[in-house]
């Protein structure tokens, strides 16, 4: 078989499917497409042996950003009427052409001009891993040698939630977010809702266990965890808690501030923010993703449930 064309394919499907998702004229159907192009990027990373992006690709790109969008897109049916007499012109949608293509070209040049052995520190980063005391390099990179950027992005997807609950009407402020579902008790959705979470809760979590010595990790553990409390809810298994709660709001913060305080205690002892003492750093790492696993998989469930729709109450 010629490797070069097995090589080429993928590459050919992802630009197709994204020409696809681009053009489709409704919705769902460049829906579709924007989840199988990222089933397909997803095959390209470990073609490329990029497991541990291929599993968030999977998980955040393909699985909980599509999900997100198809929410929003069933949010927006309702005000089809009114989108509908909103007319573009051609200068507009010719403006926007001519806008995306100049970053494509930006991007490529970009990419076509960089030197032919660019500047990399992947080998100090590997000469130093032994002392993180992990074996996995993509998560000694993110909570050792760029913390910072990890403690950042876990703050950032706290503040998108904060930001979520925001488009909450005042009056059910604190409430419940989402409808109630209500599915039909011997339909598909249920059996499936009783079937498969339980084996994702577990896969998640082996995914996350694994992390710190192969592919894996918590960010991709709390997108399946998370992923499989939806499955419940939109069954209507369960119920979406009042994000007024005092526990749902301590567990969203406790895995950065377990981080931070990690932090000011490298500052303490070993001279720098997120700097780890020495013979403590995988101890200390581990205590980190511990944390943080659960708030991602809660921050994550509950952007996607999205705003407080409901009063806490008898029959919310």
Do not use: C
């Not at 020409?19 to 497409?33: Q, S």
């Not at 660019?118 to 005391?133: H, S, V």
């Not at 706290?158 to 579902?181: E, F, N």
């Not at 995914?207 to 965890?225: N, R, S």
Request: aromatic content about 8%; glycine content about 12%.
């Amino acid at each position: 078989m010629d490797t070069g064309l097995f090589s080429a394919a993928p590459a050919l499907l992802i630009l197709g499917l994204g020409a696809y998702a681009i053009f489709a004229r409704d919705v769902f159907p460049a829906l579709l497409g924007f989840v199988a192009y990222g089933l397909m990027l997803t095959l390209a990373w470990v073609q490329l042996g990029g497991v541990d992006i291929a599993l968030t690709e999977a998980a955040i790109g393909g699985g909980f950003t599509s999900l997100l969008l198809v929410r929003a897109a069933a949010r927006l049916r309702a005000s089809r009427i009114e989108s509908a007499a909103v007319h573009v012109g051609g200068v507009t949608r010719l403006g926007a052409a001519l806008g995306a293509t100049g970053v494509a070209l930006a991007l490529a040049a970009a990419v076509l001009t960089l030197p032919e052995l660019p500047l990399t520190l992947a080998p100090e980063a590997m000469a130093k891993l032994p002392a993180t005391g992990v074996g996995n390099p993509i998560t000694g990179v993110l909570l050792a040698f760029r913390a910072i950027d990890t403690l950042l992005e876990a703050i950032v997807l706290l503040l998108a939630l904060i930001g979520v609950w925001s488009l909450a009407p005042d009056r059910v402020w604190g409430g419940r977010p989402g409808p109630r579902y209500d599915a039909d008790p011997d339909g598909i959705l249920t059996f499936i809702a009783r079937v498969l979470p339980p084996i994702g809760v577990v896969v998640g979590i082996y995914v996350f266990w694994v992390g710190a010595d192969d592919p894996g990790g918590k960010f991709q553990g709390a997108t399946i965890v998370a992923a499989m409390w939806l499955l419940a809810l939109l069954a209507g298994l369960v119920d979406a808690p009042p994000v007024s709660r005092r526990s749902v709001r301590t567990l969203l913060v406790a895995g950065p501030l377990v981080f931070i305080a990690i932090g000011i205690v490298g500052a303490v002892r070993a001279g720098a923010f997120l700097a780890y003492p020495e013979g403590w750093s995988k101890p200390l790492i581990l205590v980190v993703e511990f944390a943080l696993m659960p708030s991602l998989a809660l921050t994550l469930a509950l952007v996607m449930a999205g705003p407080p729709e409901r009063p806490d109450g008898p029959g919310s």
